[in-house]
C-alpha cells in the first residue's frame, strides 16, 4: 500500500509534523512492504533542513525524516523551498526537491493520501 503524507506546518511550534511522522513510521513498522512518501510543502520544507539542533529530549524533524527514508521518500516544493530562501545544499541527505507535477503523479499513485 502506498501512503502519501503531506505536510504544511513548521516543523517546531506545532505538533503537526511530529504527529504525522510519528504515523509514518508506525506504518513503516507495521506493515514491511508499505511504501511511504513524505511531500513538505509551506513552512514545512525547514523539518527537512540538515544540521538541526534541538534540546535534549525534545524531537528532532531531521532524526524523524531519516527514519522514513530508510524505507521511503521525502520530497520538498522547490517553490517553497525558493520562498523561504532554502538551498538544495541545505536540504538533509536522501530528501530532495520536488514539484506540483511530481505530488500529483504521488497522490494519484497513492492509496491513501494524508494531509497534517
Known amino acids: 500500500m ?6 504544511n506546518d513548521p516543523p517546531y511550534g506545532t505538533e ?3 504527529n504525522a511522522l510519528r ?11 508499505a511504501e511511504v512518501t513524505v511531500f513538505l510543502m509551506a513552512d514545512a520544507v525547514v523539518a527537512a533542513r540538515k544540521g538541526q539542533k ?4 525534545y524531537y528532532n524533524m531531521e532524526r524523524m525524516l531519516k527514519r522514513v ?6 520530497l520538498l516544493c522547490g517553490t517553497c523551498m525558493d520562498a523561504r530562501g532554502m538551498t538544495d545544499d541545505d536540504v538533509m541527505d536522501g530528501a530532495r526537491r520536488s514539484t506540483m507535477d ?3 503523479d504521488a497522490t494519484l499513485a497513492a492509496g491513501k ?4
Open 102 to 104: 511530481e505530488l500529483g
Open 23 to 33: 504515523l509514518a513510521h508506525t506504518l513503516l513498522r507495521k506493515e514491511p512492504d
Open 113 to 116: 493520501v494524508l494531509v497534517f
Open 16 to 18: 503537526r509534523c511530529y
Open 54 to 57: 534541538t534540546p535534549d529530549g
Open 2 to 7: 502506498k501512503t502519501l503524507f503531506i505536510l
Open 69 to 74: 527514508l530508510a524505507k521511503g521518500a521525502v
